[in-house]
């Protein structure tokens, strides 16, 4: 479970109970002369559940030089036996560089500018060390299921650190300057019409003179590198394309190149039935001509059965945690509200979670998660991480596997959370366009279809006019508290260079988009479930004494009553069963 700061709309990539109760070990060991140093004895114990256990002994392998390239060796881990009753659930080891005066004291981040921690075990030695010693401190986190019921768990880390024994060196003198793109470039071959590259600081002799790096693309004319050293390409059209970066001192030049390919979008696939399975597509309006209504319970291993005036059509549950037989049930015995039984949506993040059985990054890559993919931690919460969308090469077996098991599960649709990894940098760490991570999701959605379920899109309201085209209804949460419901809303307002256009238009931005897109399979439109959450205190509980705006009634009356309204709902944060207020009237 992830809550943004106030102001922010909520995002949910979790599950709440586990979460909030995490227990998370790391001690930051002291920086020792020369020496390898482990920490978490005494106070990991008292979990009784051991920590990672290292073998060998850490050391920076590599010339400790400006411009060279280092990397950490000698040091491996392994989890411990654990107690009876635990499972491993994940295992990852993360390297953190820092650069420390002579004495090794007042350490502070080293000056490479990589982001993702996991990719760090090679480290390329900025200018900013020079005179420096490197602190490499090694990581490793056991993710340990401790109760499979209520899918608690513990994060316990363990660190190793080694201080190297001697300073790093300038650069050498009259060597040419030079410099590196650092934080993702974007695959050979992409849809995105719009990219950004960044490189770090040069490395240079700062006798030879402070070098000028200057960038063009294609056969344009040379610029200046923004202070930033992050290059926008601008709208590109299809076709290849070249970036180059020149680094110049009076010693001389060099330059560091990359091409790639724009290509169309994928057009947008359709959902593929079969002789034995048959597409069903959430449709915006119910048999009794409201929105059909919809629980999410992501919060819980155990789907809870809605019966009664209470019964709902649709279950947006947990995919992993929701097993194969639970599915079964809820499609053939369960009640529903208009249907002949529930239809349900397989819950999918598409941030790193730590507690996921594919989460575990490896030293030398994964599998399902590339190390060099991963960016910040997602919003403060440790065991949660944004993914670099321009990698979908690397991406996609995790995908195809993820996917692949909501449809072996028997879900009906499949809802895609944390797409708008195109936020800033300083959120994601990564510099992202909405071409980026239209190029992520084209594949994404096409390859839900092509399992046979339909796919839901979640929140990024200046993509909603897109999303529409590949996605087969959408969920969002706090467009009411956010003033971000509707198409109207939102019109004239500009951002990530998209102006939001009123519904007839090209690019609206609301949920509308979906809820009135007539299409033939969904001829009342595409369904839409709202969530607003007690946390924020805006929106009160039916039959409470409030403020007119903040009245249960009258958000049902402006979120759920119109004709393209949505289905509705005032649900707790953890989404755990215990709160559900539908609308029209919170039962």
């Known amino acids: 479970m992830a809550i943004t700061p106030p102001g922010q709309t909520a995002r949910l990539a979790g599950i709440a109970t586990c979460v909030l109760a995490l227990a998370s070990l790391s001690v930051d060991p002291p920086a ?29 392998i590599g010339p400790l030089r400006d411009g060279a390239t280092v990397a950490a060796s000698g040091l491996s881990w392994h989890p411990p036996r654990l107690p009876r009753g635990t499972t491993l659930l994940s295992f990852e080891v993360a390297y953190h560089w820092q650069r420390c005066s002579a004495g090794g004291h007042g350490c502070m981040r080293a000056a490479d500018l990589t982001v993702t921690p996991f990719a760090a075990a090679r480290y390329i030695v900025g200018h900013g060390d020079t005179g420096a010693r490197l602190r490499l401190t090694e990581t490793a986190a056991e993710v340990v299921e401790t109760s499979p019921a ?30 590196e793109l ?5 695959e050979r071959y992409t849809s995105s019409p719009e990219e950004y590259f960044q490189v770090n600081a040069p490395h240079y002799n700062s006798a030879d003179g402070r070098p000028v790096q200057l960038y063009r693309i294609d056969q344009g004319s040379w610029r200046p590198l923004p202070g930033s050293r992050a290059l926008y390409t601008g709208k590109l059209r299809p076709g290849p394309h070249l970036v180059a970066v020149r680094t110049s001192n009076r010693v001389g030049s060099s330059t560091i190149r990359f091409g790639w390919h724009v290509v169309p979008m994928p057009k947008p696939l359709p959902c ?35 019966t009664g005036r209470h019964a709902v059509d649709i279950y947006d549950i947990d995919g992993f945690l929701t097993s194969q037989a639970e599915v079964r049930t809820i499609h053939a015995s369960w009640q529903a509200r208009t249907l002949r039984h529930p239809r349900t949506a397989c819950y999918l993040d598409m941030a790193w979670e730590d507690y996921r059985p594919d ?46 098991m909501c449809a072996r599960k028997g879900f009906d649709a499949v809802e895609l959370d944390d797409i708008d990894s195109f936020d800033p940098p300083s959120t994601t760490g990564f510099r992202l366009t909405p071409g980026d991570a239209q190029n992520f999701l084209a594949y994404a959605f096409n390859e839900i279809h092509r399992f046979g379920m339909t796919a839901l899109w979640k929140n990024s309201p200046y993509l909603s006019w ?36 009123s519904l007839t238009r090209g690019t609206p931005c609301g949920w509308d988009a979906f809820s009135s897109d007539v299409t033939r399979n969904q001829p009342t439109g595409k369904w839409v479930g709202e969530a607003e959450y007690a946390a924020d205190k805006f929106v009160c509980n039916p039959g409470q004494h409030c403020g007119h705006k903040r009245a249960f009634a009258t958000f049902c009356h402006i979120v759920y009553a119109p004709r393209a309204g949505f289905a509705a709902v005032k649900f707790d944060v953890n989404l755990d069963g215990k709160m559900f207020y539908p609308c029209p009237h919170g039962s």
């Open 32 to 60: 020792t002369a020369g020496s390898t140093h482990v920490t978490g004895g005494t106070s990991i114990a008292a979990l009784r559940i051991p920590p990672p256990v290292p073998q060998g002994r850490l050391r920076i």
């Open 150 to 179: 209520t899918f608690s768990f513990r994060v316990i880390r363990r660190s190793v650190s080694h201080l190297a024994r001697a300073a790093v060196q300038a650069y050498p003198a009259r060597g040419r300057p030079g410099t």
């Open 182 to 186: 650092v934080n993702g470039t974007p």
């Open 272 to 306: 593929q039935s079969s002789h034995h399975w048959r597409c069903w597509y959430p449709q915006h309006l119910a048999a009794d001509h409201h929105p059909m209504r919809w629980d999410w319970q992501i919060g819980r291993v155990t789907p809870l059965q809605r």
């Open 359 to 404: 989460a575990s990054p490896g030293r030398g890559g994964s599998r399902y998660f590339p190390a060099a993919a991963l960016g910040n931690v997602y919003y403060g919460y440790p065991e949660e991480r944004w993914l670099d969308f321009r990698q979908l090469d690397a991406l996609k077996p995790m995908l195809r596997e993820r996917i692949s």
């Open 466 to 501: 897109w999303g529409r085209r590949y996605a087969d209804g959408a969920v969002v949460e706090e467009c009411y508290i956010n003033h971000a419901c509707f198409a109207s809303w939102l019109r004239g307002s500009r951002q990530y260079g998209i102006t939001c256009t």
